[in-house]
């Protein structure tokens, strides 16, 4: 599995977009990027997925770059209830159904 | 459509005794996975389980099993517990063909 490096802890103003960076540097064709999160003592939360192209759902957007090393997963207003631990995660079905989950980026959204 | 729900919530247990935990997918997911959450080592991958069948597992000691039934539910039993083996169980399900998991509340364990 291709690994991820992500920064141990970032912070953000309520209202304001949340740029999460990730870089996959080892990341081989047919893997796809994932985002969950995790608020406090529950179970992780798919956010988005993408494979080569930006993709945009109603929680998040995911900037992949064109060499697919890196990608920014991006809350637009972020809230308090947006503070969690992020998890950036390259898989394919390759492995079968398993996520393997590194440390995250501890958000914290202040007001 | 409701989620993946995960019982017990909560568990104690002491060390040496066994214990079994369930999971009952997303309907129509087919594809139930494990995972084990500590403070020190994180998030982890026990094992995944399609059709009644162990697809994939993680490395972790044959105490850790677990079994799929016909209906897609899944269990997970720890056998001779010890005190590292406390933690937060995840239940995850997906799709066959697809590799975004949903996952449940958890079962937090705590063994004495």
């Known amino acids: 599995d291709a690994k991820t490096t992500q920064p141990p802890s970032m912070d953000c103003a309520e209202g304001r977009a949340a740029n999460l960076p990730c870089n996959h540097s080892?990341?081989?064709?047919?893997?796809?990027v994932y985002w969950y999160r995790q608020i406090h003592s529950q179970g992780p939360q798919y956010i988005i997925h993408g494979l080569k192209n930006n993709e945009t759902n109603e929680m998040a957007s995911l900037i992949i770059t064109e060499d697919r090393k890196s990608s920014t997963l991006i809350l637009p207003h972020a809230t308090l209830r947006d503070t969690a631990v992020y998890y950036c995660?390259?898989?394919?079905?390759?492995?079968?159904?398993?996520?393997?989950f590194g440390a995250g980026t501890i958000l914290r959204v202040k007001s | 459509k409701a989620g993946v729900t995960q019982t017990p919530r909560y568990l104690i247990k002491t060390r040496g005794q066994q214990v079994t935990l369930s999971c009952s997918p997303i309907?129509?997911?087919?594809?139930v996975s494990w995972y084990q959450q500590t403070p020190g080592q994180g998030l982890q991958f026990l094992f995944e389980?399609?059709?009644?069948?162990?697809?994939n597992k993680g490395n972790f000691p044959g105490r850790f099993s677990g079994r799929q039934f016909s209906n897609s539910r899944s269990e997970m039993n720890v056998s001779t517990l010890e005190l590292g083996d406390s933690a937060l169980y995840l239940c995850?399900?997906?799709?066959?063909?697809?590799?975004?998991?949903?996952f449940g509340p958890g079962t937090r364990l705590l063994v004495l």
């Open positions: 995850a399900s997906s799709l066959p063909s697809q590799e975004t998991q949903y």
């Open positions: 080892t990341i081989s064709g047919n893997e796809y």
């Open positions: 309907s129509g997911h087919r594809s």
């Open positions: 995660i390259v898989s394919s079905m390759e492995y079968g159904n398993k996520l393997v």
């Open positions: 389980y399609f059709s009644e069948t162990q697809r």
